[in-house]
């Protein structure tokens, strides 16, 4: 196995709520806000690490595990993106991975065990580059995707997310499986978080807190 750099580099690749999407704030805007930096769930994991420790940020609303989204301009496709990313920050001790929630858009149409098939891919990728130190891979932490909350009352982001709470709540055993199967490490985000009640789909302040403390945990764990 690769040893760790004497600063471990740790690559957040996620999605809108890695980028730090801002639920209550974006309501009232018609664009989308963030939340500052040490508010973001990789802001608290970076503190609570402290110095020793280096903690990129890589989030990007909208982005899927291996899908395109005909509706965007730029492409969203994690597996597309994914191999330069790793060579642009290399060497990367560990890759946080979290994606799968815009998987579950009713455009897609996809099963649960399709998301995670497209979420194992990407594991496969990082476990293969020559990203890590010394030209070894990058350890892998899969992180599921928070639950998708009741959207009833949401008519318009319930029809682009139908189905969505039923499938999400089936991912936690799926994306344990695939970590397991290909030796990385796994935590579930739903044991420690719950989406935002305003849009039912990103995290409030007190959540990427909560997510970002349990992450480092998992940290330390991988690093200890």
Known sequence: MTPFTLMP????????NTWGYDPASTAGSPYPVRYAPDARWTGVLARELGTGYRVLE??????????ED????????????????????K???????????????SMFNLPPGDIAAGASLLVKMILQSDAGPNGGSPRVLVVCPPAVGDLSALPELNAKLAGAREKSLA????YQAIA????ASFLNSQEHIAPSP????HLEARDHAALGRAIAGAVRQMTS
């Open 9 to 16: 580099t740790l690559l957040c690749f996620g999605d809108s």
């Open 58 to 67: 890589e989030g990007q609303n909208g982005r899927t595990t291996v899908h």
């Open 70 to 89: 005909p509706m965007a301009v730029a492409s969203r496709n994690a597996r597309h993106y994914l191999p330069a990313c790793l060579e642009s920050h």
């Open 91 to 105: 060497p990367i001790d560990i890759v946080v991975l979290m994606l799968g929630t815009n998987d579950l858009k």
């Open 171 to 174: 991912l936690p055993g799926l």
């Open 180 to 183: 397991k199967l290909q030796g």
């Open 198 to 201: 305003v849009d039912g789909i």
